[in-house]
């Protein structure tokens, strides 16, 4: 696999990592750590927040090639919380009624999506997926501080 | 390369996930266990995950194999210092780690070892075949 340029020669904003190998999954979950600390989460909805995070992240680079993660802050999400923003110019998801569905892509499906969307929307309190065949996935979540 | 080191304690082996590990860290541990396993004859698997302060679906699929083909090598393993905020979230998250056996920590873990060991033992008789059900009489 072709390695990573480093992040500010790679154009992107400062809240915007790309998702290219491995570790980049492990760095983003550090960041999302950081600002989940920073938004004032409790450790639980840290935690959450951080293995949604990663399903994400690895969705977008094992089916979508790929992508960027996106760490919006406070200010940006309008109340104390994070939003997470992971795009992959994949194949995309054919149906995503079917995908949200318990049960279609578990465990036992070889991760057909990982552990599946279904599980990933349980562990944040906001969450929109966009799709389109041939352009790719972009799905956005939320976690706000009680 | 990265390696998650495997020590030997009696006929266990322990491993400690200390650092925040990636997939491909993950997939190599699965292998070296069960080189060493087969290598050292072990009969127990004791890895200790109270460092790791998240546990997705892949780490979590990575346990369940441990697990599964450990038990075809003849050993146990069982997960040990699971923190409390990862299994909410892994149950939250739908994942059951199935034949994954967990414990509090470290001595819970061996005595669940030795439990599932010897429990073992009794049902395979002398000659090393499946003891049929019905108890021959003396």
């Given at each position: 696999m072709a390695t990573t340029p480093p992040a500010k020669a790679?154009?992107?904003?400062?809240n915007m990592y790309p998702i290219a190998c491995d570790d980049d999954v492990v760095q983003f979950r550090h960041r999302v750590r950081e600002a989940a600390i920073a938004a004032g989460l409790r450790l639980i909805d840290q935690t959450k927040l951080v293995t949604a995070a990663s399903e994400l992240a690895r969705n977008a680079l094992e089916h979508g090639g790929g992508g960027l993660g996106e760490v919006c802050s406070p200010e940006t999400v309008g109340r104390a919380g994070v939003r997470l923003i992971v795009e992959d110019?994949?194949?995309?998801?054919?149906?995503i009624a079917l995908a949200m569905?318990?049960?279609?892509?578990?465990?036992?499906?070889?991760?057909?999506?990982?552990?599946?969307?279904p599980g990933t929307r349980r562990l944040v309190d906001s969450f929109e997926v966009w799709s389109e065949v041939g352009v790719g996935t972009c799905v956005t979540v939320e976690k706000w501080a009680l | 390369m990265e390696r998650i080191p495997i020590v030997t304690l009696g006929e266990s082996l322990f491993v400690t996930i200390q650092v925040d590990i990636d997939d491909r860290l993950a997939t190599t541990l699965q292998d070296d266990l069960m080189e060493r396993i087969v290598a050292t004859g072990a009969r127990g698997v004791l890895i200790d995950?109270?460092?790791?302060e998240v546990v997705d679906s892949f780490m979590g699929r990575m346990f369940a194999g441990i697990a599964s083909m450990s038990r075809i090598l003849d050993a146990e393993v069982v997960v040990i210092g699971m923190r409390p905020v990862v299994a909410i979230t892994l149950v939250e998250l739908g994942?059951?780690?199935?034949?994954v056996r967990t414990a509090l920590n470290v001595e819970r873990g061996m005595a669940l070892l030795d439990q599932a060991l010897t429990a073992r033992l009794n049902s395979?008789?002398?000659?090393g075949e499946l003891a049929d059900g019905d108890d021959a009489p003396g």
């Open positions: 790679s154009g992107h904003p400062p110019d994949g194949p995309g998801i054919p149906d569905t318990d049960g279609v892509s578990g465990v036992s499906g070889g991760g057909a999506l990982g552990m599946g969307l | 995950i109270s460092s790791m994942l059951s780690m199935p034949g395979v008789g002398v000659d």
